[in-house]
């Protein structure tokens, strides 16, 4: 399927789910060492256990030794809102679906798109945010838009990540390498083993930011709704962020979120 009509099949689905939020400044209340589950998330008071990949700044990220981001702040606020406790566990990305439909975590926040094969696995509240997957190449590369793709480009992206599947879907398996994390195949970029890395807008920026001659191009790749992931054993907790998040969007809590880290203006 082509990718923009693709996007837009994601758009309506999100649509179609729920609501969702929250959010806690510097990690309050959280931490990623336990192994404890999501077994008493269920009641008011409880810990509220959010998987995430703290490799995606400005959405999670790790500075200080505390936990930062939109996705951080916005699920401290959810906390907040139904009274829980909220812990953060660093994971792989990839992991992530696997341990909310399992119970292990309640909810996942990473970046994460809405997809179909996602759908099948774990709901998804309403969307919170818009993310652009960009592409990053070095200057003076032959690659200048998104046309200049093709099978034979070298590209890179972070494993399990919609970049890893809209580039796979539209040049094939052999011309996509999957890296753990976003880091990784923008290292790969630096030392020439790949032509270009596909990835979100804003870490795309943080990364070009960090490495000279790194180059972020005008044309988007593809452009996506962010939402929650939940079990769908957890219908309550679906029915909780989502009323919860409707208030925090209501109140202008979300948009400031999102204002502090990416600022309009600039």
């Known amino acids: 399927m082509n990718r923009f009509k693709r996007i837009l099949a994601f758009g309506l689905a999100v649509a179609l789910t729920g609501t969702l939020a929250v959010g806690c400044s510097g990690g309050s209340g959280a931490s990623s060492g336990s192994n404890d589950t999501a ?4 009641a008011a008071g409880g810990k509220l256990v959010m998987a995430t990949n703290a490799t ?3 959405y999670e990220y790790v500075e200080g030794g505390e936990y930062e981001g ?5 699920a401290g606020k959810l906390a907040e809102k139904l009274g829980r406790e909220l812990e953060i566990q660093d994971v792989e990305f990839d992991s992530i679906i696997g341990g909310v439909q399992s119970g292990k975590y309640d909810m996942g926040m990473a970046g994460m798109t809405v997809t179909e094969e996602r759908k099948q696995s774990v709901n998804f509240s309403d969307t919170y945010a818009t993310g652009i997957q960009s592409i990053i190449v070095p200057e003076g590369s032959a690659i200048a838009t998104v046309d200049d793709l093709s099978s034979d480009t070298r590209i ?6 919609t970049g890893d599947i809209y580039a796979t879907d539209d040049y094939g398996e052999d ?3 999957a890296y753990k994390n ?3 195949a923008v290292q790969a970029l630096v030392t020439g083993k790949i032509d270009c890395v596909i990835i979100d807008n804003e870490p795309a920026k943080s990364f ?3 490495n000279d001659g790194l180059v972020i191009l005008d044309t988007s790749y593809a452009e996506e709704d962010y ?3 939940i079990s769908k054993d957890n219908e309550e907790l679906l029915t909780q962020i989502n009323d919860a998040l409707s208030e925090l969007k209501s109140d202008g809590t979300i948009d400031s979120i999102i204002e502090k880290y990416i600022p309009s203006e600039g």
């Open 182 to 184: 976003g880091a990784d």
């Open 70 to 74: 939109i996705d951080v702040e916005i």
């Open 175 to 177: 011309a996509v390498t």
């Open 39 to 42: 077994q008493d998330s269920g």
């Open 208 to 210: 070009a930011a960090a």
């Open 227 to 229: 939402a929650i992931c």
């Open 56 to 58: 995606f700044p400005p």
């Open 156 to 161: 890179g992206v972070q494993q399990g990540t």
